[in-house]
């Protein structure tokens, strides 16, 4: 049986375009990932208080949430399709040589989508259509959906990052164990986690951001301050024990892969007692202009204040990553994640001793700030660990050089989707306008 | 049959589903496009909408699960097809985005003109995304993808006759199916006018793709020679008999108003045809390139199959609740009615007040103590765990108090 081999490399002159143009593409599908995950599960939350309560107040909101969330679960679905052609369109050599490692992961997360597709179109034009509790019952697929989709493509993701379950042989995968590959790699669970969270926080702060915006030009009645209260309630727990589970993800990152670790860092020696570095620029080895903590790396991946950190020096320079690029994305993300745990404790502290929502002004300003900032936090988190892996796409096995397509035209696609996409943004910022405009009085 | 066929029979029925039911979307975008301006022409587009916008996401994943079981089990023909034909597929996916767009767009219009506005400039994807998709696979059909690569020509492979007779094909046979669906649909609604627009659209859609259909067979002939030879001669023989059968039912079925009966006779034609390609074309899956040397390994062949008989025993009964809402207009409406919501209890008084915020803590400690504390894997699992609880727990002392109560005094 002859089998074919793709990996002879080609050449690309545009591999950082097809590496942008794949990015792009993330950025725009993941923040609706987010709401993919977690905005059914508050709608239900609601749904499930006017079941229990039977206040009117709750059904008008659970409605209104949902013609949001059909609307952003129509971009999900056709940005995360645009995602599943780039796999081929952009990276054909990696789907032909890995596909049958990792593909598993993206044929059943086609389930947990089409699971997804159906119950929320059962569930959209369900309201009217099916008893109370037939449409409660209804939403509840479509949260799990989330959970069983972000599994399996976060186990592809995992496997990408800790290649096991196949053996190589003259540049092609043989001895196959999809399954193993997938499921039995240890090295995903720390990243579903710390994703799963991020979509909890990203939907929580987004939308009680929201609220908090409309709180500040005055409007502030019980439906304001019941939907702004619940995703906050979300994201205010969420968001400290990210910062915890950020660490748990530093300490894996530092067992599997040290040269991320060190770019996370910018630490280029090899060295015990390794320092962390607050901000500062990462230059010839060494961060300039930075805030040195001593010993801290250390003590943060290996609970040892002498703990031995492999540096960048551990690889040669054709196998390290975009340095700056990775620890800025690091910084932004650590920054960001660690104001959005003091604004979550902020608000449980309030609520714990005053036994009502917060009443600072600040406090709300920096409520409307968080929504955008836990995106931006959430792609900086992508950013970290997708360019951290560079110049590997499946790490220390292929290279992304070696992945990409060698047809033409790359410039052209990405042109193209970027003004498309920019189409698609204008689009749903238009319908989220019109939606939070409609008059509450106006549902049936 | 053998094991390294399956995943490829399980990619065509997915296909068949894609090209059938997103097929009929595109074709009932194409029916908007063409509505024309006034109030007749409101109404179809209103008609094709509401028809598909309950179904249209779920339609769509049917690509997905086809791109996904192929990359896993063909991965090197994968690899070939999706290089050599980037372009086609690059303007099918951006079709696509357009479709979803303009459903996503739909939710927020509220006036006829914009209704109108959004559908007209977004019906162009409903020709675009069908044809570039058909002329790929004519390019596939017509062995112009080799193996490697983008080792083919990025314009002769999806620029040449077969390719646009499979392109234009696609896009009359979306045309058609969603006529007789949206057909159908009106006489189910009783709306008479909308029926009798769209049975005439369906009979003169459904002769313009019979009759391109049967012009196509010298293009086949003089252009993809294999595949002509296994459709009049070979094993494709049954698919394309039994293709123009089901078409020739269906015509003569929306003759005689027999609405739901087309419905089937209709996918059928489109199955057909699909498996008459499939088969003429067998072994051979690209140039040079059998399906069995194109296929993965054992374990691979294995698991993908595992996981689609076991996808299928929760997608297909989940698509017949979804289809059996849309087209029945109900489910359990009677009983649900009467139903009001139960006797109110907060939240609070079913969790007591002062248990729920300690043992929160208490769940916060031994996550710490568990995941961040200790270094083994099992430890790392419970102390997760231990997070999770902590959030459930702590999620209804987290909301304010009087949130929870004010709902109460009012009922």
């Known amino acids: ?444 | 049959m053998h094991l390294y066929d399956l995943p490829l029979v399980f990619a065509l029925i997915g296909l068949a589903f894609y090209t059938v039911l997103a097929g009929a979307d595109f074709g009932a975008g194409w029916w908007q496009l063409t509505a024309g301006k006034g109030q007749d022409a409101d109404s179809i587009r209103d008609h094709a909408h509401h028809a598909m916008g309950p179904v249209w996401e779920a339609n769509h994943v049917w690509l997905v699960f086809v791109l996904t079981v192929v990359w896993t089990a063909y991965p090197v023909a994968f690899g070939s097809i999706a290089s050599t034909l980037a372009i086609p597929l690059f303007i099918a996916a951006v079709g696509i985005i357009f479709r979803g767009t303009a459903y996503a767009l739909r939710a927020g219009a509220s006036t006829k003109r914009e209704l109108g506005a959004i559908d007209t400039a977004f019906a162009l994807s409903s020709i675009l995304t069908p044809f570039a998709l058909g002329a790929a696979i004519g390019g596939i059909a017509s062995f112009r993808v080799p193996v490697g690569n983008a080792a083919g020509d990025p314009w002769t492979s999806w620029l040449n006759p077969t390719s646009l007779l499979i392109g234009v094909l696609a896009v009359v046979t979306a045309a058609y199916l969603a006529a007789v669906f949206l057909c159908a649909d009106a006489a189910r609604l009783g709306e008479p006018e909308l029926e009798r627009k769209f049975r005439a659209r369906a009979l003169a859609a459904g002769l313009v793709s019979g009759a391109i259909a049967l012009a196509g067979l010298p293009v086949l002939r003089f252009d993809a020679e294999p595949l002509y030879h296994g459709l009049v001669e070979g094993k494709g023989l049954i698919g394309l008999i039994a293709s123009i059968v089901a078409g020739c039912a269906t015509l003569a079925l929306v003759w005689w108003r027999r609405y739901e009966a087309s419905r089937y006779t209709a996918a059928l034609a489109v199955a057909a045809i699909i498996a008459g390609w499939a088969l003429a074309q067998s072994p051979v899956f690209l140039e040079g390139l059998t399906v069995r040397q194109a296929a993965a390994g054992r374990d691979t062949l294995v698991a993908v199959t595992v996981a689609v008989l076991a996808g299928a025993v929760i997608l297909f009964p989940s698509l017949a609740l979804l289809f059996r809402l849309v087209l029945g207009g109900s489910l359990g409406l009677g009983e649900g009615v009467a139903e009001r919501p139960d006797e109110g209890r907060s939240l609070l008084t079913v969790l007591g007040p002062g248990l729920l915020p300690r043992l929160a803590i208490a769940f916060f400690v031994a996550g710490i103590g568990f995941l961040t504390v200790a270094d083994a894997a099992w430890a790392h699992s419970l102390g997760v765990l231990c997070f999770f609880a902590f959030i459930v727990a702590a999620f209804p002392a987290a909301l304010p108090p009087d949130l929870l109560q004010t709902g109460l005094k009012r009922r």
């Open chain 1, 1 to 444: 049986m002859s089998k074919l081999v793709l990996l002879a490399e080609v050449h690309q002159d545009y591999l950082l375009q097809a590496r942008q143009m794949q990015a792009l593409s993330f950025v725009v599908h993941i923040p609706l990932v987010c709401f993919g995950i977690a905005f059914p599960a508050m709608v239900l939350f609601v749904e499930w208080l006017y079941l229990r309560t039977g206040d009117e107040l709750y059904r008008t909101l659970a409605r209104r949430w949902t013609k949001v969330m059909a609307a952003l679960f129509a971009a999900g679905v056709v940005t995360g399709t645009i995602l599943s052609f780039e796999l081929g369109l952009l990276w054909p050599a990696f789907t032909a040589s890995f596909g049958s490692v990792f593909g598993l992961g993206f044929a059943i997360e086609g389930f947990s989508f089409f699971l997804e597709a159906i119950f929320i179109g059962i569930y959209i034009y369900g309201w009217d259509r099916l008893s109370p509790r037939a449409h409660f019952a209804s939403g509840i697929p479509i949260a799990i959906a989330g959970f069983t989709g972000s599994l399996t493509v976060i186990s592809v993701n995992g496997w990408m990052n800790h290649p096991t379950g196949f053996e190589l042989r003259q540049g092609e995968a043989v001895d196959v164990h999809p399954v193993d590959a997938l499921f039995g790699n240890p090295y995903f669970w720390h990243e579903l986690v710390h994703m799963y969270l991020a979509g909890y926080m990203v939907t929580g702060f987004v939308v009680a951001g929201a609220y908090a915006a409309v709180r500040l030009r005055g409007r502030w009645g019980r439906y304001e301050r019941t939907a702004l209260a619940i995703p906050l309630a979300v994201a205010a727990l969420c968001a400290p024990v990210q910062v915890l589970v950020g660490d748990w993800n530093g300490r894996e990152v530092a067992r599997a892969q040290p040269t991320k670790l060190a770019a996370f860092e910018g630490l280029g020696e090899t060295r015990r007692g390794a320092p962390v570095h607050v901000l500062g620029w990462y230059r010839d080895g060494h961060v300039d202009f930075g805030i040195p903590i001593p010993r801290m790396l250390s003590l943060l991946a290996f609970h040892d204040p002498d703990a031995r950190v492999e540096g960048l020096d551990a690889v040669p320079p054709d196998e390290r990553p975009p340095v700056n690029v990775v620890r800025i994305a690091f910084q932004t993300m650590v920054g960001i994640g660690t104001f959005l745990a003091l604004l979550g404790v902020t608000f449980l502290a309030v609520r714990w001793r005053r036994k009502r929502l917060p009443e600072s002004r600040w406090f709300y300003r920096a409520l409307v700030l968080a929504g955008p900032l836990s995106v931006v936090a959430l792609i900086s988190g992508w950013v970290t660990t997708e360019v951290g892996r560079q110049p590997w796409v499946v790490y220390r096995v292929m290279r992304t050089s070696e992945a990409v397509t060698g047809a033409g035209g790359i410039p052209v696609g990405y042109a193209t989707l970027a003004l498309v996409y920019l189409g698609l943004a204008l689009a749903v910022a238009w319908i989220l306008r019109r939606l939070a405009r409609a008059p509450l009085a106006e549902e049936p």
